[in-house]
């Protein structure tokens, strides 16, 4: 069974940057993430859980919420197994438990941003945002 573990949270004041990042363990012998979409969900506080940037696996094409456009880069390295999200440039409302996700491998989705179509997921990492 996959397991995902989140790192790099914590407490940054506004405008300040961040790397998150997401180790993939427990895959099939012989296979790295390079088969799977991968995706960053996030949830605020008293708030639904909501896309934040995905990554495909066919080409690597990206997809990012609109808040968080030119503020945040996904990225993946296959052979490590880890998916990271650089997040810059942090706004208060930022502030959230941030979730990776993993999606079953060599499958073709239409929209990334769906929450369903991801069957692995971390346990989340905690970004706080001081104004």
């Known amino acids: 069974q996959v397991q995902l573990v989140e790192s790099g949270g914590g407490l940054v004041q506004a405008g300040g940057s961040l790397r998150l990042s997401c180790a993939a363990s427990g895959l099939a012998s012989g296979l790295t993430i390079s088969g799977n979409d991968m995706a960053w969900f996030r949830q605020p506080p008293g708030k639904e859980r909501e896309f934040v940037a995905a990554i495909g696996w066919s080409d690597s094409h990206t997809n990012y919420a609109d808040s968080v456009k030119g503020r945040f880069t996904i990225s993946r390295d296959n052979p490590k197994n880890t998916m990271y999200l650089q997040i810059s440039s942090l706004k208060p409302e930022d502030t959230a438990v941030y979730y990776c996700?993993?999606?079953?491998?060599?499958?073709?989705?239409?929209?990334?941003?769906?929450?369903?179509?991801?069957?692995?997921w971390g346990q989340g990492t905690q970004v706080t945002v001081s104004s």
């Open positions: 996700a993993l999606a079953p491998r060599l499958r073709y989705y239409n929209d990334l941003r769906t929450r369903s179509i991801y069957a692995s």
